[in-house]
């Protein structure tokens, strides 16, 4: 069924930062509608259940909404209901459990074709948006890397982690040391898994956080965590993990392996809108003042902006382009002073 309205702004993703730039438009007067395959803030939902930022709470903030709670650093939970919360304090639209496929300039606005997704209880059948501008947000969490290896596709092989309790007296492999394979292996050990670090350097990321790193790196010296640095896996047999050492072959028992390698943004979803992609960095041709990318009208915000470079671009460093992004789309479209703005504080 097509939607014949057309929209000042459409925002393909519904995380924080989609939802910071759907906050500005709504207090500036611009009509938008923020558009997810999945929930809202789906990333978030996939971090480990007990997840504690690393980032303090005034960081995390976005559209001037409080962040109340009396912790330091909120847990996975709190961040979880606190953006929800920003939508309902604004009345952000939204159209979630819907995929955007394809985006077209024609003439002076976007064409978007989405699907509604089976899983979400509707018949998958298409349907077209209509926008002046466009804003992708869509991060960078549904495209976790992946070794290639034979039997990687086996169920028991998981590229997310989210708690240890269905692992107790299992063997464990997890492939990675950057911090997220690092929480998982100590997290994992203290609730009873038997697990083996798998990395093909010589030793731990540089980047795991500091307080982190000696913890893991004290249970891998007393033996309570196995490390096979320097090695590479090999395949996924039935229930072990085949990797190539230094000192030859070995065949580690496992009834789960993590791979825990990192993530990269869709980048082929970008070109196809017509963004222009370096292919090393994966960073999308755009302007830092106005985050608008080669395409006029198309804007690229939070995570994707940094490419392969995912440690670069966090909540706390791109609560600003949702500003930027509607300061240009009103200075362009020759709005004048803002609607009676919504207030965070009303």
């Not at 007990?50 to 709670?69: H, S």
């Not at 976007?110 to 926008?131: C, I, Q, S, W």
Request: overall charge neutral; proline content about 7%; some cysteine.
């Amino acid at each position: 069924m097509n939607d014949p309205e057309l929209l000042d702004l459409l925002v393909v993703g519904a995380g924080p930062t989609g939802i910071a730039i759907g906050a500005e438009c709504r207090r500036t007067g611009l009509s938008v509608l923020l558009v997810d395959r999945g929930p809202l803030t789906a990333a978030i939902q996939t971090y480990p259940t007990f997840l504690e930022f690393f980032t303090t709470r005034d960081r995390l903030e976005i559209a001037d909404v409080p962040f109340a709670i009396p912790e330091a650093k909120p847990t996975r939970r709190q961040a979880l209901v606190y953006y929800r919360s920003v939508v309902e304090r604004y009345g952000i639209p939204l159209a979630l459990h819907e995929d955007v496929q394809r985006i077209e300039r024609r003439g002076d606005e976007f064409v978007l074709h989405t699907e509604r997704r089976v899983a979400a209880g509707a018949d998958g059948a298409p349907r077209v948006r209509r926008a002046r501008a466009v804003a992708i947000a869509t991060g960078y969490f549904d495209g976790w890397k992946q070794l290639g290896a034979p039997g990687e596709d086996q169920p028991w092989v998981h590229h997310r982690y989210v708690e240890p309790y269905p692992y107790f007296d299992r063997d464990v492999v997890i492939v990675g040391a950057g911090n997220t394979a690092a929480e998982a292996a100590v997290d994992l050990w203290r609730n009873g898994a038997r697990v083996t670090l798998v990395h093909r350097r010589e030793q731990l990321k540089a980047g795991v956080k500091y307080w982190l790193k000696p913890d893991v790196e004290n249970r891998i010296a007393e033996g309570s965590i196995r490390a096979r640095f320097r090695s590479e896996v090999r395949a996924f047999g039935p229930e072990s993990v085949e990797i190539v050492t230094p000192e030859g072959e070995e065949s580690l028992p496992a009834q789960a392996a993590f791979v825990l390698i990192g993530y990269v943004p869709d980048a082929g979803f970008q070109r196809r809108a017509g963004i222009e992609v370096d292919p090393e960095t994966l960073v999308p041709s755009f302007d830092p003042e106005t985050c608008e990318t080669n395409v006029q009208g198309l804007y690229v915000a939070g995570t994707i902006q940094a490419g392969r470079n995912i440690d670069r671009i966090f909540i706390e460093n791109s609560r600003e382009h949702g500003p930027k992004i509607v300061r240009h789309l009103r200075s362009r479209l020759g709005a004048g002073s803002p609607e009676p703005a919504l207030s965070a504080t009303r």
